[in-house]
């Protein structure tokens, strides 16, 4: 899988926790997903769905059968305290998908993710 980043993503310790949890995405490893998630993790796919649960959500992932992507292109991402966003494109073999996740980390210092916004649209 090709991955590319901002230059600038490991300047500190969140931005690599986002650009390996998107990459866990983009890998569709749920094993490594499970370790970013903290148990009451809720993940609002806005216009869609709202999960909530690390059960539950893994159950979802597994259902929908995640696919792996061919690339990752993180365009930017974000942190302040215990919040971060990541803007990007997710390649696959028969589409493309724009996103824009926003995260909330149990706290600034945290590694575990509490909550999820995810905004996602095809692209051509």
């Known amino acids: 899988m090709k991955i590319t980043s901002p230059q600038d993503c490991d300047n500190s310790p969140k931005r690599r926790i ?36 690390l059960e539950e959500i893994i159950k979802f992932l597994e259902g929908i059968k995640v696919q792996k992507a061919i690339a990752l292109n993180l365009e930017q991402i ?4 215990k919040y971060a966003s990541a803007v990007g494109i997710l390649t696959f073999k028969e589409n493309k998908i ?7 980390f149990t706290s ?17």
């Open 78 to 81: 974000i942190t302040h305290g």
């Open 108 to 124: 600034a210092g945290s590694s575990k993710v509490r909550k999820i916004i995810s905004f996602a649209i095809p692209v051509k």
């Open 18 to 53: 986002v650009k390996e949890l998107n990459i866990a995405f983009a890998e569709a490893n749920i094993p490594a997903l499970e370790e970013f998630f903290h148990p009451n993790i809720e993940w609002d796919m806005v216009g869609d769905r709202t999960i909530k649960g």
């Open 98 to 104: 724009a996103f824009h996740d926003h995260y909330e």
